[in-house]
């Protein structure tokens, strides 16, 4: 089932005491998948969400460090960062897809900071994001 798809931007300002994704306006293309919606066969997956976010090149790019970019997402769409399958789309021909990995490194309060991993998918993963995107009609 698809929670979102359409262009994500802001402003780069600062709203609600949050600090914006960037100081600077930006847009991603975003697609928001709920994999256990469509239930029936059976199957919980941990990684419930499945987010793709592909630049617009509009704006300030987020690619070299997603995680403002996905806490914001997360809060706006009420997701735990941790059960997402981040998937950055750079729109080529070979190696389109990239998975973003947010790992816990440290915490401050109730403010949670984590390492940026990224690594190529594995090949159920992209099965699974090609299912997805072709259920859009856009594959």
């Not at 293309?29 to 059976?42: E, M, V």
């Not at 990239?98 to 998918?121: A, D």
Request: proline residues 3%.
């Amino acid at each position: 089932m698809v929670l979102f798809n359409g262009r994500y931007s802001w402003d780069g300002t600062k709203k609600d005491g949050r600090d914006p994704i960037t100081w600077f306006p930006g847009a991603y293309d975003l697609k928001i998948f709920d994999r256990n919606a469509d239930g029936g066969d059976g199957i919980i997956h941990l990684k419930r969400f499945i987010c793709v976010y592909s630049r617009t090149g509009e704006g300030q790019s987020i690619s070299v460090n997603p995680e403002k970019f996905a806490k914001q997402i997360c809060h706006e769409f009420s997701l735990d960062l941790e059960k997402v399958l981040w998937v950055e789309d750079l729109l080529t021909e070979k190696d389109r897809y990239i998975i973003v990995m947010f790992n816990r490194s440290r915490q401050m309060g109730g403010t949670f900071f984590y390492e940026v991993v990224k690594r190529q998918p594995f090949v159920a993963e992209k099965k699974q994001i090609e299912l997805e995107i072709e259920a859009l009609g856009l594959l």
